[in-house]
């Protein structure tokens, strides 16, 4: 079955640096777009950021701060997330969906803790 483990998350103080990263299994990799959404306590799930192929697409209060990149041997897809703010305190998660697919990813991890704090 599909599986997707996230790790990295942790406590950072404003403008530090974090890179997360989410190893899949159970998958054709390189058919599967890769996504990473954020829950913040109160708040709706959002989607952060995305990646198939060369492909890359971000949400907006993220542009600029955070890159998505995938490494296909090993199948991985990395957050690396510069600039940290307090706002981007959340619980992070790496989803999967088949390329071909429409609606939500039906692959989700566990989740990793993000929190940004001095």
């Known amino acids: 079955q599909v599986q997707l483990v996230e790790s990295g998350g942790g406590l950072v103080q404003p403008g530090g640096s974090l890179r997360l990263s989410c190893a899949a299994s159970?998958?054709?990799?390189?058919?599967?777009?890769m996504s990473w959404y954020r829950q913040a306590v109160g708040k709706e799930r959002e989607l952060v950021a995305a990646?198939?192929?060369?492909?890359?697409n971000y949400t907006t209060t993220v542009k600029g701060r955070f890159t998505i990149s995938t490494d296909n041997p090993k199948n991985t897809v990395d957050l690396q997330m510069n600039s940290l703010k307090p706002e981007d305190t959340a619980v992070y998660y790496c989803?999967?969906?088949?390329?071909?697919?429409?609606?939500?990813?039906?692959?989700w991890g566990q989740g990793t803790q993000v929190t940004v704090s001095s």
């Open positions: 989803t999967a969906r088949l390329a071909s697919g429409l609606g939500p990813p039906p692959y």
């Open positions: 159970g998958l054709t990799f390189s058919s599967y777009a």
């Open positions: 990646i198939f192929g060369t492909i890359t």
